[in-house]
């Protein structure tokens, strides 16, 4: 057992399952992890399963709770879930079917796991398929665990490995055998309600997977009860797997995450490769099947296509439908690269936009700012002007100060170099907005240190750092350009490593439009919203300094 045991929220829903759900219930309550509670969740059953669930939570108040929806409602397996969730108190929700059973030490190895993995938001592992409830001797012998194929074992799986593996059918993290961070199923708003019987484990589990790391473990904690009656099953003899059939529950799991996708948008190349591939059998039947039938069928469609287009189409059109069919990711061969009006030795501006608009930094600046709007409240300090402490304190600021290097300006409440700033008085400012600055200090560890001795216990810096950067040919006082990873040691030095966060913003074509000097106008806001982390334009810290002081490192 684990010394320290945070609170598990197990949810059963269960829709006419007098059969089965006493087994269930008791599986939970045969744990070797005693930290739980059980919210049990009837979407409207018409049989005894009510009173048996009511009869649990009689004889267990305070650990097991009976739910149902307003009138004893019909509502669907997800908002039935969802109702659960908001009901939970624990740290980690553990979802089981009401036909399905847990083995004793489910919970104890998987709350265990994701104490151990931080960056994880979801452990599970290979079920064992339950033939043997029966009773039968000759389904005895059909019992088995169920295989995760080549995927190995007991790793971590990050974005956007575990949807793509969930779009091949590679990975099905589904409910009974996984345990997830409560904190994660509310970011992404629980299961979609849209999604009544079918694949609605498979839309939650996608949302979550875009956001956040899989941890796949090596053990098998439940059995998946197999009869004819349970959903999968009763699908499968409906066809609703199946790729010919058009309104199948699968399609339609496709054609909301094609959605989602686009509303989230999500550019990734790998997952929109495997979602095509997956429409593919409804979308182009017919060429789903010649596939099929050919030795294309393991992933040489686009051999096959590539072949065809480079016997029957002119070399400008058949680069034209390769440059559409793979979108933005599409590479031109070496010679079709065409720079227009970027084949030049000059940029475009040399002082970063300013004379053609707003430079593009300026938005990811003003980004960073409104995300953490609410820390800009109180006693407010910031570099030059006001200007961002009145566009995005609103009448959270009780005071704001001005802080300049030199005299001279007559807006300045404060005169001073952040690298000898001895006269700022300490635990002064409850919000420091420190924006494009400390790239013109050269002595950053004493800059660093008083920010973090100036602000107030509880207080909050918000930085922003150059990246990828023109160093401007009229100020010899630019010293540095900052990585993620140079941005956190610097603060880390100072601010403990849980009050810091540091993230990046820029991509190729908004890092290539700043080195330019394009403004913000030149470029599409999907295109500057798209974030790739090899191209760091703007680094920005949030930097809070703890209630208790402590002496800086």
Same mark, same amino acid.
């Given at each position: 057992?684990?010394?320290?045991?945070?609170?598990?929220?197990?949810?059963?829903?269960?829709?006419?399952?007098?059969?089965?759900?006493?087994?269930?219930?008791?599986?939970?309550?045969?744990?070797?992890?005693?930290?739980?509670?059980?919210?049990?969740?009837?979407?409207?059953?018409?049989?005894?399963?009510?009173?048996?669930?009511?009869?649990?939570?009689?004889?267990?108040?305070?650990?097991?709770?009976?739910?149902?929806?307003?009138?004893?409602?019909?509502?669907?397996?997800?908002?039935?879930?969802?109702?659960?969730?908001?009901?939970?108190?624990?740290?980690?929700?553990?979802?089981?079917?009401?036909?399905?059973?847990?083995?004793?030490?489910?919970?104890?190895?998987?709350?265990?796991?994701?104490?151990?993995?931080?960056?994880?938001?979801?452990?599970?592992?290979?079920?064992?398929?339950?033939?043997?409830?029966?009773?039968?001797?000759?389904?005895?012998?059909?019992?088995?665990?169920?295989?995760?194929?080549?995927?190995?074992?007991?790793? $971590? @799986? *990050?974005?956007?490995?575990?949807?793509?593996?969930?779009?091949? %059918?590679?990975?099905?993290?589904?409910?009974?055998? =996984? &345990?997830?961070?409560?904190?994660?199923?509310?970011?992404?708003?629980?299961?979609?309600?849209?999604?009544?019987?079918?694949?609605?484990?498979?839309?939650?589990?996608?949302?979550?997977?875009?956001?956040?790391?899989?941890?796949?473990?090596?053990?098998?904690?439940?059995?998946?009860?197999?009869?004819?009656?349970?959903?999968?099953?009763?699908?499968?003899?409906?066809?609703?797997?199946?790729?010919?059939?058009?309104?199948?529950?699968?399609?339609?799991?496709?054609?909301?995450?094609?959605?989602?996708?686009?509303?989230?948008?999500?550019?990734?190349?790998?997952?929109?490769?495997?979602?095509?591939?997956?429409?593919?059998?409804?979308?182009?039947?017919?060429?789903?099947? $010649? @596939? *099929?039938?050919?030795?294309?069928?393991?992933?040489?469609?686009? %051999?096959?296509?590539?072949?065809?287009?480079?016997? =029957? &189409?002119?070399?400008?059109?058949?680069?034209?439908?390769?440059?559409?069919?793979?979108?933005?990711?599409?590479?031109?061969?070496?010679?079709?690269?065409?720079?227009?009006?970027?084949?030049?030795?000059?940029?475009?501006?040399?002082?970063?936009?300013?004379?053609?608009?707003?430079?593009?930094?300026?938005?990811?600046?003003?980004?960073?700012?409104?995300?953490?709007?609410?820390?800009?409240?109180?006693?407010?300090?910031?570099?030059?002007?006001?200007?961002?402490?009145?566009?995005?304190?609103?009448?959270?600021?009780?005071?704001?100060?001005?802080?300049?290097?030199?005299?001279?300006?007559?807006?300045?409440?404060?005169?001073?170099?952040?690298?000898?700033?001895?006269?700022?008085?300490?635990?002064?400012?409850?919000?420091?907005?420190?924006?494009?600055?400390?790239?013109?200090?050269?002595?950053?560890?004493?800059?660093?240190?008083?920010?973090?001795?100036?602000?107030?216990?509880?207080?909050?810096?918000?930085?922003?750092?150059?990246?990828?950067?023109?160093?401007?040919?009229?100020?010899?006082?630019?010293?540095?350009?900052?990585?993620?990873?140079?941005?956190?040691?610097?603060?880390?030095?100072?601010?403990?490593?849980?009050?810091?966060?540091?993230?990046?913003?820029?991509?190729?074509?908004?890092?290539?439009?700043?080195?330019?000097?394009?403004?913000?106008?030149?470029?599409?806001?999907?295109?500057?919203?798209?974030?790739?982390?090899?191209?760091?334009?703007?680094?920005?810290?949030?930097?809070?300094?703890?209630?208790?002081?402590?002496?800086?490192?």
């Amino acid at each position: 057992m684990i010394n320290h045991q945070p609170l598990v929220s197990t949810i059963i829903i269960f829709l006419n399952e007098e059969k089965f759900i006493q087994e269930a219930i008791e599986s939970v309550l045969a744990q070797t992890y005693d930290n739980w509670e059980l919210l049990l969740v009837d979407d409207g059953s018409t049989d005894s399963s009510t009173q048996i669930t009511q009869q649990y939570a009689e004889q267990h108040p305070g650990k097991v709770h009976y739910l149902e929806h307003d009138k004893h409602q019909n509502r669907g397996m997800s908002a039935s879930r969802n109702l659960g969730i908001r009901n939970a108190q624990g740290k980690y929700i553990a979802l089981l079917d009401a036909d399905d059973v847990w083995l004793p030490q489910k919970l104890e190895k998987q709350v265990s796991i994701l104490e151990s993995q931080p960056e994880a938001a979801i452990v599970y592992g290979p079920t064992q398929l339950w033939f043997s409830w029966t009773g039968n001797p000759q389904d005895a012998q059909r019992d088995r665990q169920e295989s995760l194929g080549a995927i190995q074992l007991d790793t $971590l @799986l *990050k974005p956007p490995i575990p949807v793509t593996l969930l779009l091949q %059918g590679k990975i099905t993290p589904a409910g009974t055998h =996984a &345990l997830i961070r409560r904190q994660v199923v509310e970011d992404v708003g629980g299961f979609e309600e849209s999604f009544r019987n079918m694949f609605e484990d498979q839309a939650f589990f996608a949302k979550v997977c875009l956001q956040a790391a899989v941890f796949v473990e090596s053990g098998s904690w439940d059995k998946y009860r197999q009869h004819p009656q349970n959903f999968c099953n009763v699908a499968q003899t409906q066809g609703q797997y199946h790729p010919t059939q058009p309104n199948s529950a699968r399609l339609n799991f496709l054609e909301w995450l094609e959605n989602y996708l686009s509303e989230q948008r999500i550019k990734d190349a790998e997952i929109w490769q495997a979602l095509k591939t997956a429409l593919l059998p409804y979308r182009h039947p017919n060429l789903y099947h $010649l @596939l *099929k039938n050919t030795n294309y069928l393991k992933g040489k469609m686009k %051999g096959l296509v590539k072949s065809l287009a480079q016997q =029957a &189409l002119p070399a400008p059109i058949h680069a034209r439908l390769r440059a559409k069919w793979h979108g933005a990711e599409y590479c031109p061969p070496v010679g079709a690269v065409k720079f227009g009006s970027l084949r030049r030795l000059t940029p475009i501006s040399r002082i970063f936009g300013f004379d053609r608009g707003q430079p593009v930094d300026r938005y990811y600046m003003e980004k960073f700012l409104a995300s953490h709007a609410e820390d800009i409240r109180g006693r407010v300090l910031e570099i030059g002007d006001n200007s961002y402490t009145q566009q995005f304190g609103s009448d959270r600021v009780t005071q704001s100060d001005i802080l300049h290097p030199e005299a001279g300006n007559p807006e300045a409440t404060i005169v001073g170099d952040l690298a000898h700033a001895e006269h700022i008085p300490s635990d002064s400012f409850d919000c420091f907005i420190l924006t494009q600055t400390l790239q013109y200090l050269y002595d950053l560890r004493s800059a660093a240190e008083t920010v973090y001795r100036i602000l107030k216990p509880g207080g909050v810096a918000l930085v922003t750092l150059p990246g990828i950067t023109p160093a401007p040919e009229y100020n010899w006082s630019w010293y540095w350009s900052f990585t993620q990873v140079s941005a956190q040691l610097l603060f880390e030095e100072f601010f403990p490593k849980t009050h810091l966060k540091v993230e990046t913003y820029g991509n190729v074509l908004a890092a290539t439009a700043v080195l330019q000097g394009l403004a913000i106008g030149e470029v599409e806001k999907k295109e500057l919203d798209y974030h790739d982390p090899s191209y760091q334009l703007l680094v920005t810290v949030r930097a809070e300094k703890p209630q208790t002081i402590s002496s800086p490192k």
